[in-house]
């Protein structure tokens, strides 16, 4: 059996990696600036993460939602401290797309409404009602294409506004930062007022914060920054560093009814133990704090580089925005500078590594990134 071709792939097999360094099947190593795509959040193979899935699956790995599972109570109550959501209940998914689409479900049994307004650009997954909320048709089949969506422009107050006060729309859904549509941030005065206008129309208010989330923005969440507090959000990404994992953050105002929501695997043990040990050590190497400092420090670099058109983001989630196509220039780091990086359309590398980056990784990476520039 062949694999589906759905994937342009580099010719290159990671076999092992450690922190932020991974390695291929020659034995060279690479600077991991993608993070596996914002996934590696307390850095590749860490002995503790390693120990408690090891430890776990010599217990037992999983067994159905049908049983008391405390890893998942307690893992609820630790991530109600970190994130400061004490107060909200948890829902454990596999998936991001999975958790968007149990909150854009969940937001309509809850005010019986259909219509969700999303932001252009906007990626919110691929299952139906994710991918039809997600601002790219190429990746919307015709059998997602019933629900109702409208697409606004980010930060744009009035628009939302005069859409949300017709008063028939369902939920909103907006991503921390924008990541796939290029690392945009929503400005806090929009977030703020996002939230008032949410409040007036009874719209529920849905933060994607699966790749902006888990401390990459240097917060524990990005909409942190406009000190709002949404209805629902959705974590997933560097959630279990890798291992596959999601949930959804639900407000008090939600009630849960027996069966409305379900899932065979989401909240397994191993999975369970693979998030726990991500708090662990998120907490004991204070990565939020270094997501914020390292973040800085990367990102005042990078505007001292002339051929830069803009650079934006917050914490470890940046955006380099070049004015030409950079294809060649991530080849050319990959290949040539053993550097692994991120895109966004055309035009903008998008940074995305471990939250455990050093200082003196980044240091290294600038180093390399002048050296790219040179010849590009
Ligand atoms: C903001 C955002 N939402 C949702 C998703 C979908 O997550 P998954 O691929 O785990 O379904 C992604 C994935 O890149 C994302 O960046």
Redesign the pocket.
């Known amino acids: 059996m062949n694999l589906f071709d759905v994937y342009p792939l580099y010719d290159l097999e990671i076999v092992s990696g450690k922190n932020c360094y991974i390695y291929d099947k020659q034995g060279r190593e690479y600077l991991d600036l993608y993070g596996g795509?914002?996934v590696i959040s307390i850095g590749h193979s860490h002995p503790h993460y390693v120990r408690s899935i090891c430890e776990q699956v010599a217990r037992i790995g999983f067994y159905s939602n049908s049983v008391v599972n405390s890893l998942q109570t307690k893992f609820a109550t630790r991530l109600g401290k970190i994130s400061g959501y004490e107060e909200y209940s948890l829902f454990l998914v596999n998936?991001?797309?999975?958790a968007?689409e149990n909150a854009l479900k969940l937001a309509s049994f809850h005010n019986g409404r259909r219509k969700v307004v999303a932001f252009r650009k906007a990626?919110?997954?691929?299952t139906s009602a994710?991918v039809r909320v997600t601002d790219n048709p190429g990746i919307v089949a015709p059998i997602n294409q019933g629900m109702e969506v409208e697409f606004l422009a980010l930060n744009d107050i009035p628009a939302m506004q005069n859409c949300l006060s017709r008063g028939d729309v369902c939920a909103v859904i907006i991503?921390g930062i924008m990541?796939?549509g290029g690392v945009h941030i929503p400005q806090p005065a929009f977030l703020q007022a996002l939230r008032k206008t949410c409040n007036e129309t009874k719209t529920v208010l849905i933060l994607?914060e699966?790749?902006s989330g888990y401390g990459r923005s240097g917060r524990f969440f990005a909409h942190q920054y406009a000190g709002i507090r949404p209805d629902m959000i959705t974590v997933?990404?560097g959630i279990a560093n890798g291992f596959p994992m999601?949930g959804l953050i639900i407000g008090p105002e939600f009630k849960a009814v027996h069966g409305m929501l379900g899932t065979t695997f989401g909240g397994n043990h191993l999975a369970c133990a693979a998030a726990l040990a991500v708090l662990d050590v998120m907490e004991q190497e204070n990565l939020i704090g270094n997501a914020a400092r390292v973040g800085d420090f990367l990102m005042k670099e990078c505007k001292t580089l002339p051929q830069i058109a803009e650079v934006r983001g917050l914490g470890l989630m940046i955006g380099l925005e070049f004015d030409k196509p950079i294809k060649e220039l991530r080849k050319k780091l990959l290949f040539e500078h053993g550097v692994f990086t991120g895109v966004s359309g055309s035009n903008v590398i998008r940074l995305l590594p471990p939250l455990s980056l050093s200082m003196e990784q980044a240091g290294i990476f600038i180093e390399k990134l002048v050296l790219a520039l040179k010849t590009f």
């Open positions: 795509h914002a998936s991001g797309a999975e968007n990626f919110h997954g691929r994710a991503e990541g796939v994607d699966i790749q997933a990404k999601s």
